[in-house]
């Protein structure tokens, strides 16, 4: 999803969580857009790669089979006023809620910044394409809600539950919010800040679960996931190099 800069940016310098170190997204045409899950900025090989990765798990008999499921979740935030921390957690679940999901059990928040680990399960019994689903009408959801856009795509209760949402990230300048297999997350750099929003590929979901720690690193894990992107259009040029 590619998302506008956000319209509360703070003027002053910020300190970038994840070692960012002043530096600039590595977009440096504009650090206005970073790429997620908005299929009309993306490049159709990037589109593909996802429909792909969306049909291994629908093709797999196992995964097809509707069982219940508990979602991983795990959130960041560059924040330690308890009081921001706790409003974004329950904006949060109440997301979730819109989507049928309904808390099964949480670890004590970690204070210093503000750390959480909770699961979610289906208030119905779903096959893994249809967890997917659910997550897609996430990301759907905040892209739009983001660029001010409504579609009847988006239901009244989950469009302000989103609206809710990133309201109460608005005094967060940096954080990660994994759920399940979608990443929503911001970083702040220079005044300027990017959102990204977007069911992860295989391919990413992998970096993130070898590297636990980039949850903590917002910045860094943006970058990481921009960095499968761009190799996966990398490789897919050099085919068509190789062909012609």
């Known amino acids: ?16 969580s994840g070692g960012g170190k002043g530096r ?16 009309r900025k993306r490049n159709k090989k990037w589109i593909q790669k996802r429909r792909n990765d969306r049909f291994r798990v629908v093709r797999s008999d196992e995964n097809t089979q509707p069982k219940e499921t508990e979602l991983k979740c795990q959130i960041y935030l560059d924040t330690n006023d308890d009081k921001i921390s706790k409003k974004y957690y329950q904006n949060l679940l109440k997301v979730l809620e819109e989507q049928d999901f309904t808390i ?34 996430i990301e759907r959801g905040i892209e739009l809600k983001h660029i001010d856009k409504v579609q009847s795509e988006v239901d009244l209760n989950m469009s302000q539950a989103i609206s809710n949402l990133l309201e109460s990230t608005k005094e967060i300048p940096n954080f990660s919010t994994l759920l399940g297999s979608l990443l ?28 636990p720690s980039l949850i903590n690193k917002p910045f860094d894990l943006i970058n990481k996931m921009e960095e499968v992107k761009i190799k996966v259009l990398a490789e897919n040029k050099q085919k068509r190099l190789a062909g012609s």
Do not use: C, Y
């Not at 999803?1 to 970038?16: F, G, H, L, R, Y």
């Not at 600039?24 to 299929?39: H, L, Y």
């Not at 005044?191 to 977007?198: D, H, K």
């Open 1 to 16: 999803m590619e998302i506008k800069k956000d319209k509360e940016s703070t003027t002053k310098k910020p300190t970038v």
């Open 24 to 39: 600039k997204p590595r977009d440096r045409k504009g650090t206005r857009n970073i790429t997620g899950g908005n299929p």
């Open 104 to 137: 099964s059990r949480e670890n004590p928040a970690e204070k210093g910044s503000w750390l959480k680990k909770f699961w979610v399960k289906s208030k119905k019994t779903l096959s893994s394409p249809e967890i997917l689903d659910k997550l897609e009408k």
């Open 184 to 211: 929503f997350a911001k970083a702040t750099v220079n005044g300027e800040s990017i959102v990204f929003a977007q069911t992860l590929t295989q391919d990413q979901l992998k970096i993130v679960k070898e590297n």
